[in-house]
DNA sequence: TCTGGGGTCCTAGGACCC
DNA sequence: TCTGGGGTCCTAGGACCC
């Protein structure tokens, strides 16, 4: 672990930026990346003529239209930006096989075993840069340093299209007077209780005694006491070790506050279709479903149930969903926001789609994403997700398919 | 700040078993 | 059994990240 040399990437305002590339008209503009503004969204990306206005990821379509009349609200395109993505990382793979994907526009890179020399990381840092640049049009900052922790700070120093190195040397006069919210894994709430310790710079940190931040904070005061110092051990997972997926899910802020029985009950079997495409798509199941209510008061809980089998079907995934909300006291409060999730994953190989004995649901549902599969997303649904049963079937793609699922699922 | 959506990790308590 | 302790699983919720 001794003598590494790690660098973090980290793509300049990435959606928003993406925006301008395609479309010309949006250059040198304040651009505004959100969700559909029909619906209640919030600030996904800004553009860096927007930022000077305050726009930050985050805050509501109506403060950042407040803060900057003249912005030029785009509704994201994800697909677009996992696709941009992924060139960019191919990109980064020249440079180093060792490369974590941390996030869509985040990246580190262990450069150790080819690079000797912080003096030659720079070249690299300089390369990777125009790489991009040249090859996606877009900018980065990358930041240089002897661990994780430090390449990230670093790349954060200089926005946009920095590339700021930080050598061993230098780390504890560069976390001397930093405020501890910039370590990454300090939030609100941890930067609240280091507050009231009188720590305020990772410099404080740095010099507070280990035991005492291990008393107050457990395992995390022995990572703060390093963060604190500049150390930080944590290898650059590439893609041989990626973690594998733990848990797959969907929420939804309605349109409109509900306490209609029937809406969160459609609501809850649309999320459980949703998931269980994605978990069918990718071979997973899993045997844990939590459902998710956020009231009108902001007020946010979570109920899971656990069963002895392995789950993909959005019936059986609302099944357990619907009877957890049974279970609730629920009391007709207004409702939100609403989601599902499915833990206890398992990946499925061969072996077990051998063994799976398929119910009646599963099979339909095969059928079922091969037409939505050709025919694209959620073209054919169950009837319990429809308002009114008949009058919104896709006609023609649903005949017949439509009364299979219909009976089959016993809805 | 009328406040999205996708995740991960950690903790703590209770049930259950040996 | 008026019992101790360890291990594992499940559940709820908080905090954090992009």
């Known amino acids: 672990m001794n003598n590494r040399i790690v660098l973090h990437i980290d793509m300049n305002a990435f959606f928003a930026s993406i925006e301008q590339k395609t479309n010309p008209a949006l250059r040198g503009r304040p651009v505004i990346v959100c969700g559909n503004p029909e619906t209640r969204t919030v600030v996904s990306a800004a553009s860096y003529e927007a930022k000077p206005f305050g726009i930050k990821a985050g805050m509501s379509i109506g403060e950042a239209r407040r803060l900057c009349p003249q912005a030029i609200f785009v509704i994201g395109n994800l697909a677009k930006y996992v696709d941009t993505s992924r060139q960019i990382f191919n990109i980064l793979r020249r ?40 090859e996606m049009g877009l900018t980065c900052s990358v930041g240089i340093g002897p661990n994780k922790l430090i390449a990230k700070l670093a790349s954060d120093m200089k926005k946009p299209d920095g590339l700021i190195l930080v ?76 973690p594998p997926v733990k848990s797959m ?3 939804h802020t309605l349109a409109r506050d509900t306490a209609d029985v029937d809406e969160i009950r459609r609501n809850i079997f649309s999320l459980s279709e949703q998931v269980a495409v994605r978990l069918r798509k990718d071979n997973y199941c899993g045997r844990t479903v939590c459902l998710i209510l956020r009231y009108s008061d902001f007020f946010t809980f979570s109920r899971h149930l656990t ?71 959620f073209r054919l649904i169950r009837a319990a997700m429809m308002k009114s049963e008949r009058k919104l079937v896709q006609p023609i793609l649903a005949r017949g398919l439509w009364a299979k699922t219909f009976t089959k699922g016993g809805l």
């Open 95 to 134: 440079f180093s096989a060792k490369t974590e994907i941390f996030s869509i526009d985040e990246a580190f890179l262990d450069i150790s075993d080819t690079c000797s020399s912080y003096a030659g990381a720079l070249q690299t840092g300089q390369a990777i840069k125009k790489a991009i640049a040249v």
């Open 307 to 377: 069963v002895d089998y392995f789950l993909d079907s959005g019936y059986d995934i609302y099944q357990q969903a619907w009877k957890i909300f049974t279970r609730l006291d629920w009391q007709g409060r207004a409702v939100r926001l609403i989601g599902i999730s499915v833990s206890n994953l398992v990946h499925k190989t061969r072996q077990l789609y051998l063994l799976e004995e398929f119910t009646g649901t599963q099979s339909v549902d095969r059928v079922m994403d091969r037409i939505n599969e050709k025919y694209g997303e």
């Open 249 to 251: 899910g969907h929420t």
């Open 167 to 242: 050598p061993p040397e230098q780390v504890s006069t560069t976390l001397e007077n930093l405020p501890i919210k910039d370590l990454c894994g300090v939030g609100r709430q941890m930067e609240k209780h280091l507050h009231a310790l009188g720590i305020y710079t990772c410099g404080d940190l740095g010099c507070y005694p280990a035991s005492m931040l291990r008393q107050h904070f457990g395992i995390v005061g022995e990572v703060l006491h390093n963060m604190g110092l500049g150390l930080d051990s944590a290898p650059v997972h590439y893609s041989d070790d990626e």
